[in-house]
Every structure is written in structure tokens, then in C-alpha cells.
């Protein structure tokens, strides 16, 4: 098979937008060029698809997703949410290992990516989890094919909490895959519940922020950051909530590969923030909490500077009655997978969302062979159209079975018109150079 695709705005993520044409030879990039077609190309391609002006980008590689499988398939599915993904405009993407059962061993993880290899739309990879107990497995997993170790400082979805200080120590200094971290200081979360227990009006999800407070999440992300720094540790801190650990990490700091200690923004905590409960209530809890507007002003600079390197969802579908409930009882997540390159898009411009959404997340994992457009990589592609007048998100246009977004009622300029995931050759396991 090979699809050329001509007269599109091509961001590369090597080069500035230019008008040119790409060349797939079954799931690579054969040859890219600029301006019109050479007849020699145009007579090899068996599918030709005019862009008609519009953007041609890499898919976008989402490192952070609850995709909920096993255990948990009423609300989403490998199957379901990587469709939704790739409506998005994702075409990979790395799943987190609080499933049911907790993904925490060897065995665990091999049985998703059997999952996976049946039921994908798009390319997969899984972390495996970090347990008081599991330190043997962590030790022996092949980080070639495990994209890093989830350690959740903080409780969450699921039972994996690790806030020991021995078990910290441990998976920091004595494991040899990358660590990323759901940074809250359980400590912090006790004490406040305990202060302010019992809360006067529960049903108002102002006191979400107020119990999981940035206090929460600096002190568990300076711990995190001096264990990596001890032991000599690959660091990357996921869902930055706050000003303040934004100024914990360098900017303008090149090449994520180069970079030991890195860190990641959700689009919920780039568009939200904690005003936004009185419209939006239990559809933006989540864990770490959505904070002010100045801290969320300030991820948006620190991702323009580089301090942040890399965009992910979080994505994490829950249904509607789970979601229900005061701010004890309704369960924190939100689904944003098939709107986060739209909406990044829109915030923050095509270079600005292929670099930080596209490129910095293969470089920083090692993902071999993606994240840019460039001959000799895959062919994961995704055309996108800027619409002068602007459509508004609705629940009915989720394809998730949960059935909802925190993103209703928002008006987009961008939409996915069509994704190629290895040059329509299909998805594959993704690997990661360590």
C-alpha cells in the first residue's frame, strides 16, 4: 500500500509549516516534499487523498491513559477508548496499570497486551505498577517493551498507594525502568480530611481542591524529585497541577531524552480550574485536583518554556451515575482523549501541540520510530481542518460508552478528518529504546 497525500499544510515536528506532500510505503514514510507533486510520485501511489489545505501531523501519542481493562469494562474498553483515541487524532498511546486486577506483574502486563493485539485501533503500550511487595517483578520486567513503573504517591482510582518511605526507596534505587509518579502527599490529604471532617456543604466541589491541595502535590513531587536525584533515577512527574512545582523543574530544557527529571500537564488542568466547579461540579474531579486560575496560567507558561515537557490526558472515563455524589462519594476522572489534540490545537497553535503532544513524548520514552514526520518513520498520520466558525462538544458526540465530557458546551476551531496508524497497515506494540 501507498498513500500519498498532497496540497497539506504539513507540521513535521523537524521543519516549519510548509504546503507539500508525503508518501507512505506500507507502514513507513517513503518520501515528503514540498509544493506540487513529481509525476514520478503521483504514479506509484495506489491511494491518493487531496488535504485540500488542511494540517497533515503526526499522531499524536498520548503517554497517560485509564483505558480500564480488565475489570472495569462497563464504563470502557481497550476496544472502545482507543477508537475514541483515534477519532482524536491519537493513533498511540501508553495505559496505565490500575485495572482490575491492578496491572502489578509480569504476567498481568502480557495478558493486556494480548488484549491489545486483538482488539487496538491503534498503537498500545502499558506501565506496570509499583507495589510495598511486587519490587522482584519490577526488577525482572523488560523495559524494551514496559514503557516505565506507575508509582501512585497519592491514593486514586484503584489500591496501589506507596508512600512508605522503605518502598519509595526501593523502586527509586533499585529497579532499572523509568519511574512516573501521581505526586500527593497522602499525609497532607489525611490531615486536612481530619480538619475539616465533617465538611458542612460536601455537595460542593470546591472542597476537592481544598483536601487535595498543592501543598499535596509540591511536597510529594520534592520527595520524588531528591529520591530521583539520590539515586540516580529516570523521573518523569505526571499531571503537574501547580505553580509552584512548576518552578521545581528547569526551562527551556531541550531534548526530553537528555533529561533525567521530567513532567507532564493534563489538558483538563490547562483549560480548568477550580472556578470552574460552580458550572462544571463532580465533571472536572480529579485527582491531583484542578487548582486556581493562577496556577493554571502558570502550567500554561511553563509549558510554552519548556519547564513542562509534555502534554497527556489523564484519561480516566468513569459513567455518569459514578460520577454522581458529593466530594467523598463521586469518583475523580474525566475522559478527554478524543478531544485533547482539538482543544490543544486550538489553545496553543499546531507547532506548539505536534512538539509538546507528538515529538516530546517519543523522544522522552524512547518510542522508537515516531512522533515526527519524516521519511524512514511510521506512517502515523492525522489530517486535521481549522473551521472558521467554531463547533460546540456535546455528550452525544463521545464515542466512550461512558458517555460524557467535561468538555460540553466548548466551542473548537479544530476537528480529526482522518487517521492513519502505520499507513493504514494497522496498530502495533509500541518500543522503547533503554
Same mark, same amino acid.
Request: hydrophobic share 40%; with cysteine.
Given at each position: 500500500?501507498?498513500? @500519498?497525500?498532497?496540497?497539506?499544510?504539513?507540521?513535521?515536528?523537524?521543519?516549519?509549516?510548509?504546503?507539500?506532500?508525503?508518501?507512505?510505503?506500507?507502514?513507513?514514510?517513503?518520501?515528503?516534499?514540498?509544493?506540487?507533486?513529481?509525476?514520478?510520485?503521483?504514479?506509484?501511489?495506489?491511494?491518493?487523498?487531496?488535504?485540500?489545505?488542511?494540517?497533515?501531523?503526526?499522531?499524536?501519542?498520548?503517554?497517560?491513559?485509564?483505558?480500564?481493562?480488565?475489570?472495569?469494562?462497563?464504563?470502557?474498553?481497550?476496544?472502545?477508548?482507543?477508537?475514541?483515541?483515534?477519532?482524536?487524532? *491519537?493513533?498511540?498511546? &501508553?495505559?496505565?496499570?490500575?485495572?482490575?486486577?491492578?496491572? *502489578?506483574?509480569?504476567?498481568?502486563?502480557?495478558?493486556?497486551?494480548?488484549?491489545?493485539?486483538?482488539?487496538?485501533?491503534?498503537?498500545?503500550?502499558?506501565?506496570?505498577?509499583?507495589?510495598?511487595?511486587? @519490587?522482584?517483578?519490577?526488577?525482572?520486567?523488560?523495559?524494551?517493551?514496559?514503557?516505565?513503573?506507575?508509582?501512585?504517591?497519592?491514593?486514586?482510582? +484503584?489500591?496501589?498507594?506507596?508512600?512508605?518511605?522503605?518502598?519509595?526507596?526501593?523502586?527509586?534505587?533499585?529497579?532499572?525502568?523509568?519511574?512516573?509518579?501521581?505526586?500527593? #502527599?497522602?499525609? *497532607?490529604?489525611?490531615? @486536612?480530611?481530619?480538619?475539616?471532617?465533617?465538611?458542612?456543604?460536601?455537595?460542593?466541589? &470546591?472542597?476537592?481542591?481544598?483536601?487535595?491541595?498543592?501543598?499535596?502535590?509540591?511536597?510529594?513531587?520534592?520527595?520524588?524529585?531528591?529520591?530521583?536525584?539520590?539515586? +540516580?533515577?529516570?523521573?518523569?512527574?505526571?499531571?503537574?497541577?501547580?505553580?509552584?512545582?512548576?518552578?521545581?523543574?528547569?526551562?527551556?530544557?531541550?531534548?526530553?531524552?537528555?533529561?533525567? &527529571?521530567?513532567?507532564?500537564?493534563?489538558?483538563?488542568?490547562?483549560?480548568?480550574?477550580?472556578?470552574?466547579?460552580?458550572?462544571?461540579?463532580?465533571?472536572?474531579?480529579?485527582?491531583?485536583? *484542578?487548582?486556581?486560575?493562577?496556577?493554571?496560567?502558570?502550567?500554561?507558561?511553563?509549558?510554552?518554556?519548556?519547564?513542562?515537557?509534555?502534554?497527556?490526558?489523564?484519561?480516566?472515563?468513569?459513567?455518569?451515575?459514578?460520577?454522581?455524589? #458529593?466530594?467523598?462519594?463521586?469518583?475523580?476522572?474525566?475522559?478527554?482523549?478524543?478531544?485533547?489534540?482539538?482543544?490543544?490545537?486550538?489553545?496553543? +497553535?499546531?507547532?506548539?501541540?505536534?512538539?509538546?503532544?507528538?515529538?516530546?513524548?517519543?523522544?522522552?520514552?524512547?518510542?522508537?520510530?515516531?512522533?515526527?514526520?519524516?521519511?524512514?518513520?511510521?506512517? #502515523?498520520?492525522?489530517?486535521?481542518?481549522?473551521?472558521?466558525?467554531?463547533?460546540?462538544?456535546? #455528550?452525544?458526540?463521545?464515542?466512550?460508552?461512558?458517555?460524557?465530557?467535561?468538555?460540553?458546551?466548548?466551542?473548537?476551531?479544530?476537528?480529526?478528518?482522518?487517521?492513519?496508524?502505520?499507513?493504514?497497515?494497522?496498530?502495533?506494540?509500541?518500543?522503547?529504546?533503554?
Amino acid at each position: 500500500m501507498k498513500v @500519498l497525500i498532497h496540497n497539506a499544510r504539513i507540521v513535521s515536528g523537524l521543519e516549519p509549516e510548509h504546503t507539500g506532500w508525503l508518501l507512505t510505503s506500507g507502514a513507513d514514510i517513503d518520501r515528503m516534499g514540498r509544493g506540487s507533486v513529481p509525476p514520478e510520485v503521483l504514479a506509484e501511489a495506489t491511494e491518493t487523498v487531496d488535504a485540500a489545505g488542511r494540517l497533515l501531523l503526526p499522531g499524536a501519542i498520548d503517554v497517560h491513559v485509564h483505558f480500564r481493562e480488565p475489570g472495569l469494562t462497563h464504563k470502557a474498553s481497550i476496544a472502545s477508548e482507543s477508537r475514541a483515541a483515534l477519532a482524536g487524532g *491519537v493513533t498511540s498511546w &501508553i495505559e496505565m496499570p490500575n485495572t482490575r486486577p491492578a496491572t *502489578v506483574s509480569r504476567d498481568l502486563l502480557e495478558a493486556k497486551e494480548e488484549i491489545a493485539a486483538r482488539t487496538a485501533a491503534g498503537n498500545y503500550a502499558f506501565m506496570i505498577g509499583a507495589t510495598a511487595d511486587n @519490587l522482584r517483578e519490577l526488577q525482572l520486567t523488560d523495559y524494551s517493551r514496559v514503557a516505565a513503573v506507575k508509582v501512585f504517591m497519592g491514593s486514586s482510582t +484503584g489500591n496501589m498507594l506507596l508512600d512508605g518511605d522503605d518502598p519509595l526507596r526501593a523502586v527509586f534505587a533499585e529497579q532499572p525502568g523509568r519511574v512516573v509518579v501521581h505526586a500527593e #502527599d497522602q499525609g *497532607v490529604i489525611d490531615r @486536612l480530611t481530619a480538619r475539616y471532617s465533617p465538611i458542612p456543604d460536601p455537595e460542593n466541589m &470546591i472542597w476537592h481542591t481544598r483536601l487535595r491541595p498543592a501543598e499535596a502535590c509540591v511536597r510529594a513531587t520534592e520527595h520524588a524529585m531528591e529520591l530521583a536525584e539520590r539515586y +540516580g533515577t529516570r523521573l518523569h512527574v505526571a499531571h503537574v497541577t501547580t505553580a509552584a512545582e512548576c518552578a521545581l523543574f528547569d526551562p527551556d530544557g531541550g531534548d526530553p531524552a537528555s533529561r533525567r &527529571i521530567t513532567a507532564e500537564v493534563s489538558p483538563h488542568h490547562l483549560i480548568h480550574c477550580s472556578d470552574d466547579y460552580a458550572r462544571l461540579g463532580s465533571r472536572i474531579k480529579m485527582n491531583p485536583s *484542578v487548582k486556581s486560575a493562577a496556577d493554571r496560567d502558570a502550567l500554561r507558561r511553563a509549558l510554552a518554556d519548556g519547564r513542562l515537557s509534555v502534554i497527556a490526558t489523564d484519561h480516566a472515563p468513569h459513567t455518569l451515575a459514578e460520577k454522581q455524589g #458529593d466530594v467523598f462519594t463521586a469518583m475523580s476522572g474525566a475522559p478527554m482523549v478524543q478531544f485533547s489534540l482539538p482543544a490543544m490545537l486550538d489553545m496553543f +497553535g499546531p507547532e506548539m501541540a505536534v512538539s509538546r503532544m507528538c515529538k516530546a513524548p517519543a523522544r522522552l520514552f524512547g518510542i522508537e520510530s515516531r512522533g515526527v514526520l519524516a521519511p524512514g518513520y511510521r506512517a #502515523d498520520m492525522v489530517l486535521v481542518e481549522h473551521l472558521d466558525e467554531p463547533y460546540t462538544v456535546t #455528550d452525544a458526540d463521545v464515542l466512550s460508552p461512558c458517555g460524557w465530557t467535561p468538555m460540553t458546551g466548548r466551542q473548537l476551531h479544530h476537528r480529526v478528518v482522518r487517521a492513519w496508524v502505520n499507513g493504514g497497515t494497522g496498530p502495533e506494540a509500541l518500543r522503547f529504546r533503554i
